[in-house]
């Protein structure tokens, strides 16, 4: 899938719960995910991506396809006007579109129990909140955590301006203090999240991340390169700490190349990095690859590195360790906890491409062609949640919704159908609701 890991995130759930007989409809918003024919319903609400477009002159892209005038919408005109000026406008903007379609469905008669809003947190929300609909949230990391990064990265006094205004802090704050709940994927973004959001921890919840086994399994068929690292990261995104890879590539031995699953185009600055470096002919830049792609990415690869800087969980580190490749992260964000849940790899200091390479080192010296092979036994002795296998991570849902339905945020009954939506690929929200009998959800993503 090409709309990054909240679209994959909604992708995977939705599918999950349908299995266990829930009926999904889905709203969602550029990039979208695969097509879910397990759903029931399938709504897609336009967003020009304007922010983005203006970074890379696509200037002709930001006119409505087939409708040039509709850029004169008020929502439209807003997100024109405001990314501009250099603010993120998708969050408030899908928010908004979001409330309208929902007000719409809502007069044709349908109802929802709960509304789950996955970190789009617009005052939108707030407004489903307003008909009547508990609402809760999943929040993978604050993005004060982003806003911190990108201010270390910036290199003039307007940059840290033009920083500390482009992400919707405030905004996403004030709605999260809000709302019923705030699910979140560790231990360490749920501290991040009280402290930067000033949500009372006893409002958050840690539901962690499922990982298909059936789907993410080491496969014999596949030869492995005892010379390639793979990478799964953006090197746009400073948390990814790309940069630092590449410095650390330069300090391992020759033969040793990196593949790295990331944006291809020759803008990309990791192309310029490597040339500095003198690494550029041991590097490899994919693109954006499927998952079936990356499936097969995974067990060819000798190890796969992590050098995130902050990460909210890690799904590459345990989607590596499911296909039976060691791993070596950063100590940092929620690695060290999915790290020592799964036991497959090793932690080294962030921001330290000699770390990273004495790590290499060290995995390389093991050379254990078992390490990092996560099975379903060995998932449930180390307490890690999959969804196929131990389904876990459904259960945790099932009790989030049951709880919710003890303390009153819930009417006395549970949801058997679900309506998700999603705005663009960085932010999930998911609700759940009833009509009559029956109940749905919503997932919302929105693309940071």
């Known amino acids: 899938m090409n ?28 990039p979208y995910p695969d097509p879910m024919p397990f759903a029931r319903s399938v709504e897609r609400v336009p967003n020009q991506e304007h922010w983005a477009r203006w970074f890379t002159r696509d200037y002709a892209g930001m006119l409505p396809e087939g409708r040039p005038t509709a850029a004169l919408h008020p929502l439209n005109l807003y997100e024109l006007g405001a ?3 250099g603010f993120l406008p998708e969050p408030m903007a899908f928010s908004l579109r979001a409330f309208r379609c929902m007000a ?5 008669g349908e109802r929802w129990d709960l509304v789950h809003d996955v970190q789009c947190l617009g005052y939108g929300v707030l407004g489903l909140r307003a008909l009547g609909m508990p609402v809760v949230t ?14 270390i990265r910036d290199e003039t006094f307007r940059d840290r301006i033009g920083s500390m205004a482009f992400y919707p802090v405030g905004m996403q704050a004030w709605v999260a203090r809000r709302i019923d709940r705030v ?14 959001f000033r949500v009372p921890p006893h409002r958050i919840r840690n539901v962690l991340n499922g990982l ?8 014999g068929r596949i030869q492995k390169n005892e010379t390639e690292l793979l990478c799964v990261g953006r090197a746009s995104d400073p948390n990814k700490g790309i940069r630092n890879l590449i410095r650390s590539l330069a300090q391992m031995p020759e033969e040793l190349t990196l593949t790295l699953v990331d944006n291809d185009h020759p803008d ?18 994919t693109g954006r690859e499927e998952s079936e792609a990356l499936v097969r990415l995974y067990p060819q690869a000798a190890l796969t590195l992590v050098p995130s800087r902050y990460d909210g969980f890690g ?5 590596s360790m499911a296909c039976g490749t060691p791993v070596v992260a950063c100590r940092a964000g929620a690695l060290p906890e999915v790290m020592a849940l799964c036991d497959g790899g090793t932690l080294v200091d962030k921001d330290s491409p000699e770390a990273l390479a004495a790590g290499v080192r060290a995995l390389q010296t093991r050379n254990n062609p078992e390490c990092g092979v996560l099975t379903p036994a060995e998932a449930a002795e180390h307490g890690f949640v999959t969804l196929r296998h131990e389904e876990a991570w459904l259960r945790e849902l099932a009790r989030a919704a049951l709880y919710l339905s003890f303390v009153g945020v819930l009417p006395g009954y549970v949801s058997t159908s679900l309506l998700a939506s999603s705005c663009q690929s960085e932010i999930c929200s998911a609700t759940f609701a009833s009509a009559g009998g029956a109940a749905r959800g919503l997932f919302c993503f929105q693309h940071l």
């Open 83 to 85: 990314s501009r000026l």
């Open 183 to 196: 699910f979140t994927s560790s231990e360490e973004s749920a501290r991040t999240i009280a402290a930067a």
């Open 212 to 219: 298909d086994t059936d789907f993410y399994k080491p496969d």
């Open 138 to 151: 999943t929040i993978h990391h604050p993005l004060t955590v982003d806003r911190r990064a990108s201010l």
């Open 104 to 108: 719409r469905r809502l007069r044709e």
């Open 3 to 30: 709309c990054g890991g909240q679209g994959i995130y909604l992708y995977f759930l939705a599918r999950e719960l349908t299995r266990l007989g829930i009926e999904v409809d889905v709203v969602v918003g550029p």
């Open 268 to 285: 990309n600055d990791v192309f310029k990095w490597a040339r500095e470096a003198g690494v550029a002919h041991r590097l490899t830049v």
């Open 315 to 319: 799904l590459p580190a345990v989607e």
